[in-house]
């Protein structure tokens, strides 16, 4: 959704905003493409001013924020909390690593698992990266009154929890759909 989409629905009064999101009448009105498109701009956004102030990425940031908060947290743990598949979370881990942000260390409870920290750079940069996003965060939810901020902070948990019990039912679902018998383009050539 572009900024003329956004605006454009921002000065539609013909359909109450709920009713919009509850019964979309099209593309631009349906949930996930409002999330996905605000998502994907603030993350650019966000991305921008993270490399300018600190000089780390968005995924470098949120590796660095996981081992700032959990120190000692292995691979795979790291990967799940970041959202990222194994190899990607690996490789921004050894990109830390050669910058001197990140360091290996041992659990006690494990020593044969790699767990990661942050080194004392890397938490100078954690820190900076955290204050540049906490303001970016402050500035993007600068346009929500108090009482929107909250009712958005309480539909964020709600659906939330509801996409949460329609994966779960999702993945019940058979894998695959088997295709159909006939060549697409010979549809349109049945009475």
Known sequence: MNGSEVGEQAREPARDAGQTLQHPARLADFLNYRLYH???VALQAS???LRAAAGV???EWRMLAFLGEQPGTRLTELAQ???LDKVLASRAVHALMARGLVQRATREQDRRAAAFVL?????VVYQ?????????????AACLDAEEARVLA????????????????A????????APTQPAQDWWRQP
């Open 119 to 123: 080194s004392d750079e890397g938490e």
């Open 57 to 59: 990425s968005r995924r």
């Open 128 to 140: 900076l990266a955290f204050a540049q996003a906490q303001a970016f965060n402050a500035r993007l």
């Open 81 to 83: 909390s970041a959202g």
């Open 38 to 40: 605000l998502t994907r």
């Open 47 to 49: 991305g921008h001013h």
């Open 171 to 178: 993945q019940a679902l058979p894998s695959s759909v088997p």
């Open 154 to 169: 309480r539909c964020l948990s709600r659906l939330h929890v509801q996409a949460e019990a329609l994966l779960a039912e």
